[in-house]
């Protein structure tokens, strides 16, 4: 049974940081693709930044230049540094992890940007 566990979510003010964090475990497979969703309040869940086995990235217009996805493989674990927040970064963050067509997510974190 994989798991996938985030961290690092809280408040913070416009202009700070977080880093968030997602652990797999249950596995000893190695994803294709892993990455981070995100879904703000009212809205639906939206492909924030992904990262490749090969390790190319991939981000939405939106974060590129504030948001770095990097993963460690060999612990099947994947990071989000956020800088530079903004109110609209406010979302649960949702940790996805893809091996083929089949897909794991995570719980989400809270991520909230005050003004």
């Known amino acids: 049974q994989v798991q996938l566990v985030e961290s690092g979510g809280g408040l913070v003010q416009a202009g700070g940081s977080l880093r968030l964090s997602c652990a797999a475990s249950g596995s000893s497979l190695s994803f294709n693709v892993m990455g981070w969703y995100r879904e703000p309040p009212g809205k639906q869940r939206e492909l924030v930044a992904a990262i490749f086995s090969g390790g190319s990235a991939h981000y939405v217009d939106s974060v590129k230049g504030r948001f770095t996805i990097s993963r460690d493989s060999a612990k099947n674990m994947v990071y989000l540094q956020m800088n530079s927040l903004k109110p609209e970064d406010t979302a649960v963050y949702y940790c996805?992890?893809?091996?083929?067509?089949?897909?794991?997510w995570g719980q989400g974190t809270q991520v909230t940007v005050s003004s």
């Open positions: 996805n992890a893809a091996k083929g067509l089949i897909a794991y």
